[in-house]
Structure formats: structure tokens, C-alpha cells
């Protein structure tokens, strides 16, 4: 098996609310009434895992989130910009760094905009497909946001979507990652200025609508034959507020209606089962814990059963 590295990224400079610096440490705690932590169940499965610690990350309070941000008038609308880019290039550099050292990337977030570094650092050396588990298309621009945080850019971000096309977004566009291999599943809050990206694009977008209507099964593995198809590998992207606030609340964007705590598991039981018929999974990464916002560390303690399930954890 593998040997995984745990890359911590406790960023909250995408988002508007306080708390998912704390993602990661929450995480890596897991169940209060469980002695094994997030660690202890993938070693549980025969991983060696290697935890480098967290990527360090400045607070909102010792920045200015308009500081330095770039000239044109639509890059006002992204906050901390420097800042972002900076965590981001670090992201980048440890999960290419893993990566070459043979080991498979675990990214904890933290914000959504950690994902920019996490695509960019996966995808260096390899054409690299991606399924998107979210509530929301983070396919925002700094021209188009509503709000200015980056956690709703960054699949615009590593396409280079309108401003991020300019050359001081350089730093955020992937080398080798494809709309045509991006597949969003579970969408059920849309700007829409998102709707027409979606609708001019090649992404591949799944309402709740269509997973009500078809099932999760049939989605996601129509998602992972589009994803791979004229790629090498694959990277998932999984946010919390994908969950219903109900299993997951200590998110900092709930949206109700969400996926189930079944369907969660089998959509990530379905990327294990296809990983070892043929084998994909390049970095995993999961996203937007708000321990602030949670009850007794459940949506915390539910990551960490995630990620066994998307690692090859079975109940026979």
C-alpha cells in the first residue's frame, strides 16, 4: 500500500466566516468519544501515514484583505489576494513534493481556495481529471463574485475564467487540468454568473436534481468515466456542505437539501472500488470544516470516515 501524507492547510482568508483555520487540527482529533484519531483509522488500513504538519497561513486580522491586490478594478473583488497565492504556492509545492517522493497527497482544509494549490500541485507532472463534491460551483471570478472571498474561485481560478486569463493569475491556473475532465456533482447553489460557465464550458455539472432522479450510484460513476477519459489521473475535491447540514453542520456555507451520509460514503466507496480496478486516485483533499459551527465535532469525525471510505475501507 502507499504511504500517505497529510498536508494540513488551515486557510480561512477565502471565506467570510472565522473558523475553518481550524479544519484541519479538528480533523485530525476525529470522534471525542473514539481513541482513534483521523491518523489511527487509515494506519488501521494498512497505510503508512506521515503527517508534515499544517502550511503556515497569516490571520485575516494582520491583513488587509484589499492590501496589494492587483491594479485592475475586478481583482478588487478578491480578498487577501497575496496572501492566497502565497499559501497557495506552498499547497502546490508540498503536494508536488509528496508526490515525487512516492506518497499520496491528503490535503485538510481549511477554505476551498486551498484547492488551487492542491490542483496545480497534482497536476505538474501528469493530465489530471477532477470530481468536484459540492454544494456550490466555485466558478466565481473577481468580476463576478458577489462576495470577494477566493473559496468561491478556485475552479475558475485553475481554468483561467475571465480575470484569472490575465498574467498576474498565473500562479493560479493549472498546468494540465481540462474543463472537459471536471466533473461537479451535487450542485444545489448557483450564482449565475456560474449557471453561464457551466453553460459555455465543457464542465460536467450534476444538480441534487439529477442525483434524486437518477441516483447517486448512476451519477457518480458517469462522473468518473468522464473524468478519466483522456487523462492519467485523478484528483477529488470533497466539501463538507456537499453533506446536508443535518450529518454535516459545522460548515461555514450549509445549504440544505444536501446528499445523505449513505450517499456520501458509497459516492466515495465507488472511487475507491474503481481506483483498484484501475488504479487513478493521485491527492484527495477535504474542505470547509468549521469547528466553530459544529456539535461535538461530528462533521470533523465524519471527514475522517470519509476519507477510510475513499481509501478502501469496506464494511465486509
Given at each position: 500500500?502507499?504511504?500517505?501524507?497529510?498536508?494540513?492547510?488551515?486557510?480561512?482568508?477565502?471565506?467570510?466566516?472565522?473558523?475553518?483555520?481550524?479544519?484541519?487540527?479538528?480533523?485530525?482529533?476525529?470522534?471525542?468519544?473514539?481513541?482513534?484519531?483521523?491518523?489511527?483509522?487509515?494506519?488501521?488500513?494498512?497505510?503508512?501515514?506521515?503527517?508534515?504538519?499544517?502550511?503556515?497561513?497569516?490571520?485575516?486580522?494582520?491583513?488587509?484583505?484589499?492590501?496589494?491586490?492587483?491594479?485592475?478594478?475586478?481583482?478588487?473583488?478578491?480578498?487577501?489576494?497575496p496572501?492566497?497565492?502565497?499559501?497557495?504556492?506552498?499547497?502546490?509545492?508540498?503536494?508536488?513534493?509528496?508526490?515525487?517522493?512516492?506518497?499520496?497527497?491528503?490535503?485538510?482544509?481549511g477554505?476551498?481556495?486551498?484547492?488551487?494549490?492542491?490542483?496545480?500541485?497534482?497536476?505538474?507532472?501528469?493530465?489530471?481529471?477532477?470530481?468536484?463534491?459540492?454544494?456550490?460551483?466555485?466558478?466565481?471570478?473577481?468580476?463576478?463574485?458577489p462576495?470577494?472571498?477566493?473559496?468561491?474561485?478556485?475552479?475558475?481560478?485553475?481554468?483561467?475564467?475571465?480575470?484569472?486569463?490575465?498574467?498576474?493569475?498565473?500562479?493560479?491556473?493549472?498546468?494540465?487540468?481540462?474543463?472537459?475532465?471536471?466533473?461537479?456533482?451535487?450542485?444545489?447553489?448557483?450564482?449565475?454568473?456560474e449557471?453561464?460557465?457551466?453553460?459555455?464550458?465543457?464542465i460536467?455539472?450534476?444538480?441534487?436534481?439529477?442525483?434524486?432522479e437518477?441516483?447517486?450510484?448512476?451519477?457518480?460513476?458517469?462522473?468518473?468515466e468522464?473524468?478519466?477519459?483522456?487523462?492519467?489521473?485523478?484528483?477529488?475535491?470533497?466539501?463538507?456542505?456537499?453533506?446536508?447540514?443535518?450529518?454535516?453542520?459545522?460548515?461555514?456555507?450549509?445549504?440544505?437539501?444536501?446528499?445523505?451520509?449513505?450517499?456520501?460514503?458509497?459516492?466515495?466507496?465507488?472511487?475507491?472500488?474503481?481506483?483498484?480496478?484501475?488504479?487513478?486516485?493521485?491527492?484527495?483533499?477535504?474542505?470547509?470544516?468549521?469547528?466553530?459551527?459544529?456539535?461535538?465535532?461530528?462533521?470533523?469525525?465524519?471527514?475522517g470516515?470519509?476519507a477510510?471510505?475513499?481509501?478502501?475501507?469496506?464494511?465486509?
Open positions: 500500500m502507499p504511504q500517505i501524507q497529510i498536508i494540513g492547510v488551515p486557510m480561512d482568508l477565502g471565506a467570510d466566516r472565522r473558523g475553518v483555520d481550524m479544519g484541519p487540527s479538528a480533523i485530525r482529533y476525529g470522534d471525542i468519544t473514539d481513541t482513534a484519531n483521523f491518523k489511527s483509522k487509515l494506519e488501521n488500513l494498512g497505510y503508512t501515514c506521515h503527517d508534515q504538519g499544517d502550511i503556515p497561513v497569516l490571520t485575516p486580522e494582520t491583513r488587509n484583505p484589499t492590501a496589494g491586490t492587483m491594479e485592475t478594478a475586478s481583482a478588487h473583488q478578491a480578498k487577501y489576494l496572501e492566497v497565492e502565497d499559501v497557495c504556492d506552498n499547497v502546490s509545492s508540498a503536494v508536488s513534493a509528496a508526490l515525487a517522493d512516492g506518497q499520496f497527497p491528503l490535503i485538510l482544509g477554505d476551498h481556495s486551498i484547492a488551487i494549490g492542491s490542483l496545480n500541485g497534482t497536476s505538474q507532472t501528469a493530465n489530471v481529471g477532477v470530481i468536484w463534491f459540492d454544494a456550490h460551483a466555485d466558478l466565481n471570478t473577481p468580476e463576478t463574485t462576495s470577494g472571498n477566493v473559496h468561491g474561485m478556485p475552479l475558475a481560478a485553475v481554468l483561467g475564467i475571465g480575470a484569472f486569463q490575465e498574467p498576474e493569475f498565473e500562479w493560479a491556473r493549472a498546468p494540465n487540468v481540462r474543463a472537459e475532465n471536471i466533473a461537479i456533482v451535487g450542485l444545489r447553489s448557483v450564482d449565475d454568473a449557471k453561464d460557465v457551466i453553460r459555455d464550458s465543457d460536467t455539472a450534476y444538480s441534487m436534481s439529477d442525483i434524486d437518477r441516483g447517486i450510484a448512476a451519477v457518480v460513476s458517469e462522473a468518473l468522464i473524468v478519466t477519459k483522456n487523462t492519467e489521473q485523478l484528483h477529488v475535491s470533497f466539501d463538507l456542505d456537499w453533506l446536508d447540514p443535518v450529518e454535516a453542520p459545522g460548515v461555514g456555507t450549509p445549504v440544505s437539501g444536501g446528499v445523505s451520509y449513505r450517499e456520501a460514503h458509497y459516492a466515495l466507496e465507488s472511487i475507491a472500488r474503481y481506483h483498484e480496478q484501475m488504479p487513478v486516485l493521485r491527492s484527495l483533499e477535504f474542505v470547509e470544516v468549521n469547528p466553530i459551527l459544529d456539535k461535538r465535532n461530528k462533521t470533523a469525525a465524519l471527514t470516515e470519509l477510510a471510505s475513499a481509501l478502501g475501507k469496506r464494511v465486509l
